[in-house]
């Protein structure tokens, strides 16, 4: 008995091994390809929708296609040097990078000491952790027409508490550095609380001991936010940095919903608040002209300009933090 | 746990099956639908309520098998869409409403719409106002729309603030005070002298500037289809003209739509508006509160108009036969007829406009005018002027450069130049 079972054991040991080294193989397979399989389909509409209108760009940017004509012709370079001869797109440049200053530094920084305040033992914590993050959640559209309303010139709030404190009326939309002002507070009233929120994740997962240390050691609440919680933080505000160029540097729909014709894109009588992206939006739909070839070499000059201001921005806070560790 | 998972596999690859079934069904359901019957589908894509409804009901009733759908979507975005569905070749509707602001833009590619001469419209010419139907021809002739409601032009004003500045209130004689732009600027001095403090004789440059260039012809194209901006004197006198009634602090300044230049009409800031038809509505939605204190008056100069759509084929349909007679049927005189009752839309048709419920329409908010006739008679007076397919974006320059006068940002001749250096830009 036991010989014959031995033997049925030995008859079927080729099968099984076979059957086995075939499981393996497959088991390999699935361990090599699948994750292929799972990070594709990512990858196939991030080439539908990302890469390709990407390259088919700028390819748009090196001919001088219009919309209202069928034919196009290869013009090489030209687009970029009239771009660059084009005193109306470095205005828009100078509009951008404006308003993203004006924006961007005092909304990071508002952030930063408002995520500090929402990590102390604050009564109804919750509720305004939420609250902060209201802004985020209504929509551009009203921000952008209420914010008009209280910029307005004639009856405006903002003009009318100056107007308490004897500082005359401010035609916000009509000035140039006034109406970068507007748009700014539009864009820091909005993310301010989107970049607290982010700050305030990084600064919970901060042990405890480390405070408790430097408070043995000496050290005062403002020491130990400067010297603990920014740099523990870092990444993040690296990350918050990044994001808020990009954004800030693409900003439309603020400056667009301010104008008090929407009427094409010019940004303001003297286009005193016209960005890139409503450059853009100008040669590319505004109205009768939809020169889309130099509208894509516009859409290509702006991400240089982000690229650029990036690495600058990366590298600056980066310079930050090996002075202070 | 491991059964627990291998059940809700089975559970998650159930319910995915039952989606694929059900979109399977439907689309064979669809298709099948589609194939059983000879039937037509007409897409109609509009922006607004034209107040057709009654109308597509009376037409299926009329064409058995004909379907109309409607699509309604803002004005800005649907000519944008319009544009770029003409230019990509797919996706426009088989009738495309077309503003006036954008009628040039799609008359200077007619070779992409039906020529609806082919649908016997030169037949039908003397139907509409003279300016109407020539803003809707393209090269060679070809008709790419045929017209709807016209905005036509008057001048809105605020009695109180007349009788308070000494002018006369009667809408007869205020119509006499400004037999020409030039009187009517200086009837606004007139006004200044005596205004209520705070308040300015008209809104803003650019409207009564844009009403002014409405009755030139040539205005910004000479026939030839060429930009004569900055060569056509006549442009530039009515430049000069606003900027003397500027100067003369005439010009509440406040930008056309904007958020003060609606608080303007509510606390009573101008006295004068430059008005076409839908205008009224306007006023009475941003200031109910004003009901009785305004009257309308003939525009200066030679009639006027603001506004007023056409309804165009796109060769792209494959209905074009049956979507030109939709046209017809929507711009008929008894359709137009039946939409101005609907929906206060003046008609574009001589005929109509001439026709006993036109002329005998009354406002009660603007104390009583009667409206359908001031109107009727100054769409009647426009003479037709030749449009280019920059006309848009060169007025959106113009109002940029009056603007900047306006808000004291240049002086008019360096805000000319510019405005000069813009056109040049645009349609060069």
Known sequence: MARMVGDEVLEQAPALRRRRAARRRLHRLDALLSPYLYVGSFFVVFCAFGLFPLGYTAWMSLTDRNLLDPTTHFVGLDNYTALLHDSYFWNAVENTLAIWAISTIPQLLLALGLAHLLNTKLRARTFFRMSVLLPQVTSVVAVALIFTQLFSRDYGLFNYVLGGVGIGPVDWEAGRVSSWIAISTMVTWRWTGYNALLYLAAMQAIPDDLYESAAIDGAGRWKQFWHITVPMIRPTIIFTVIISTIGGLQLFTEPYLFQPLKNGALGGSARQYQTVAMYLYEKAFGSSQFKFGYAAAIAWCLFLIIVLISIVNYLLVRRIRSAES | ?428
């Open chain 2, 1 to 428: 746990m491991k059964r627990i998972h291998g059940g809700r596999r089975w559970q998650v690859l159930a319910v995915i099956g039952a989606i694929t079934a059900a979109v399977a069904v439907g689309l064979v359901a669809t298709t099948a639908s589609a194939k059983s019957r000879d039937d037509v589908t007409l897409r109609v894509s509009l922006f607004g309520d034209f107040g057709y409804h009654d109308l597509y009901k009376q037409y299926e009733a009329a064409h058995p098998g004909v379907t109309i759908k409607e699509e309604i979507q803002e004005y800005g975005p649907h000519h944008t869409q319009l544009a770029q569905r003409i230019a990509t070749g797919a996706g426009a509707a088989d009738v495309e409403a077309i503003e006036v602001g954008f009628i040039p833009q799609f008359t200077a590619q007619a070779q992409n719409f039906a020529d609806l001469r082919k649908y016997g419209a030169d037949g039908m010419k003397s139907r509409w106002l003279p300016w109407k139907y020539q803003q809707a021809v393209g090269k060679g002739g070809a008709v790419v729309g045929l017209g709807t409601d016209v905005g036509s032009l008057a001048i809105c004003y605020r009695k109180d603030l007349f009788a308070k500045a000494g002018l006369p209130t009667n809408r007869v004689q205020v119509s006499k005070l400004w037999p020409t732009w030039q009187a009517y600027i200086n009837a606004g001095k007139r006004y200044q002298a005596k205004a209520p403090k705070g308040t300015f004789f008209f809104d803003t440059g650019s409207n009564v500037y844009n009403a002014m260039i409405g009755q030139l012809n040539p205005a910004y194209y000479n026939a030839e289809g060429e930009v004569i901006v900055a060569t056509n004197p006549s442009v530039k006198a009515a430049y000069n003209l606003t900027m003397s009634g500027i100067a003369a602090g005439e010009s509440a300044g406040l930008p056309a739509f904007s958020t003060q230049w609606n608080t303007g009409y509510k606390k009573g800031v101008f006295a004068t508006v430059t008005c076409p038809a839908w205008m009224m509505g306007y006023i009475q939605g941003q200031a109910p509160k004003t009901k009785g204190k305004w009257d309308i008056a003939a525009t200066p100069g030679t009639g006027g108009n603001w506004g007023g759509s056409f309804l165009a084929v796109p060769k792209q349909s494959s209905h074009q036969d049956e979507a030109a007679d939709l046209v017809k049927f929507l711009t008929s005189p008894a359709s137009e007829a039946y939409v101005f009752k609907q929906t206060g839309n003046l008609p574009s048709q001589p005929a109509l406009l001439k026709s006993a419920p036109v002329q005998s329409f009354k406002n009660p908010f603007f104390s009583n005018a009667p409206v359908g006739q001031i109107f009727a008679n100054s769409a009647l007076r426009l003479k037709p002027q030749i449009l280019g397919p920059h006309q848009g974006d060169i007025q959106n320059a113009s109002t940029a450069a009056i603007d900047r006068v306006q808000q004291h940002k240049q002086s008019p001749a360096k805000s000319w130049a510019q405005f000069l250096k813009d056109v040049k830009n645009v349609a060069g």
